[in-house]
């Protein structure tokens, strides 16, 4: 056996399967790619996350075994090491396992982890990028990430932490970027109060996009200073971005001008 091949047997000798760590993308089945459809399809077990949109795990093939292993807040169904060893097994066992993440895996999704855990046992992995919240959510709420003249750049933050978010808030407040901030519902306080704190203008445009690229979606703008507050008022649940930056404000011009069209439209004359 060639040094190649080695990485294909279990230590019983017989040939292992493989872990494909799939990016489903923000929820909306039409924005998974070829390929990640096809991996759901092709694979002899789905092992899948909280984030996998029910649409697309109707995509699920009726008859291919499914593990969940979700985790939402205070509530874990199995913990990261067991995940590990689940993925391990399966492959021990000759399995083609999907390992379908919500969003990209390799964006706060531990997808390197994970890849890290499976290749030090000896699993051979392949990872297939999805379209990564911020920019499904944001395009979806007609919120450019980059907008010339207001921001040449984006930034990713993910507020999952303890009491201390441990973020170079000066840094973020002065980039003159826009800010998406994930799993950041219940911190958008310590948020608000950072980014504010080192200099970043209350009235900033902010959004929450809430349930983003499903038939749920809510999006909700107001300004960093009131995010608490929007929070609040709308009962804003997980999963949610927050969206801070100029670009924002480009959302209200989109929905004017297409009411503007509406309004522009004259009705078809009737024919006999």
Not at 143 to 151: K, M
Not at 189 to 198: C, F, K, R, S
Not at 212 to 233: P, V
């Given at each position: 056996?060639?040094?190649?091949?080695?990485?294909?047997?279990?230590?019983?000798?017989?040939?292992?399967?493989?872990?494909?760590?799939?990016?489903?993308?923000?929820?909306?089945?039409?924005?998974?790619?070829?390929?990640?459809?096809?991996?759901?399809?092709?694979?002899?077990?789905?092992?899948?996350?909280?984030?996998?949109?029910?649409?697309?795990?109707?995509?699920?093939?009726?008859?291919?075994?499914?593990?969940?292993?979700?985790?939402?807040?205070?509530?874990?169904?199995?913990?990261?090491?067991?995940?590990?060893?689940?993925?391990?097994?399966?492959?021990?066992?000759?399995?083609?396992?999907?390992?379908?993440?919500?969003?990209?895996?390799?964006?706060?999704g531990r997808g390197g982890e994970e890849m890290l855990e499976l290749l030090s046992a000896g699993v051979?992995?392949?990872?297939?990028?999805?379209?990564?919240?911020?920019?499904?959510?944001?395009?979806?709420?007609?919120?450019?990430?980059?907008?010339?003249?207001?921001?040449?750049?984006?930034?990713?933050?993910?507020?999952?932490?303890?009491?201390?978010?441990?973020?170079?808030?000066?840094?973020?407040?002065?980039?003159?970027?826009?800010?998406?901030?994930?799993?950041?519902?219940?911190?958008?306080?310590?948020?608000?109060?950072?980014?504010?704190?080192?200099?970043?203008?209350?009235?900033?445009?902010?959004?929450?996009?809430?349930?983003?690229?499903?038939?749920?979606?809510?999006?909700?703008?107001?300004?960093?200073?009131?995010?608490?507050?929007?929070?609040?008022?709308?009962?804003?649940?997980?999963p949610a971005l927050i969206v801070i930056g100029e670009t924002v404000a480009v959302a209200g011009q989109?929905?004017?001008?297409?009411?503007?069209?509406?309004?522009?439209?004259?009705?078809?004359?009737?024919?006999?």
């Amino acid at each position: 056996m060639n040094k190649q091949s080695t990485a294909n047997y279990s230590q019983f000798g017989h040939k292992m399967g493989n872990v494909s760590l799939v990016g489903a993308g923000p929820g909306d089945p039409d924005l998974l790619t070829i390929k990640a459809l096809r991996t759901i399809q092709q694979a002899d077990v789905i092992v899948f996350d909280n984030l996998v949109s029910k649409a697309i795990r109707e995509l699920f093939p009726v008859d291919t075994p499914t593990i969940y292993v979700g985790k939402s807040k205070a509530c874990h169904s199995a913990t990261q090491d067991e995940i590990n060893q689940i993925l391990v097994t399966l492959s021990d066992q000759g399995k083609k396992v999907c390992r379908l993440k919500g969003g990209d895996a390799f964006v706060f999704g531990r997808g390197g982890e994970e890849m890290l855990e499976l290749l030090s046992a000896g699993v051979d992995v392949d990872v297939v990028p999805g379209i990564t919240a911020a920019s499904g959510c944001t395009t979806y709420a007609d919120i450019p990430l980059t907008h010339r003249g207001l921001t040449q750049g984006c930034t990713f933050i993910t507020a999952h932490a303890g009491k201390e978010l441990e973020h170079n808030w000066q840094a973020l407040a002065q980039l003159n970027q826009t800010l998406v901030v994930y799993m950041g519902v219940s911190k958008c306080e310590l948020v608000m109060d950072a980014l504010i704190g080192h200099g970043l203008d209350s009235r900033t445009p902010a959004a929450f996009i809430e349930k983003g690229c499903t038939s749920e979606q809510r999006t909700l703008i107001g300004t960093l200073g009131s995010l608490d507050d929007l929070r609040d008022k709308h009962n804003v649940v997980t999963p949610a971005l927050i969206v801070i930056g100029e670009t924002v404000a480009v959302a209200g011009q989109v929905e004017q001008l297409r009411q503007q069209m509406l309004e522009s439209k004259e009705p078809l004359p009737l024919t006999a």
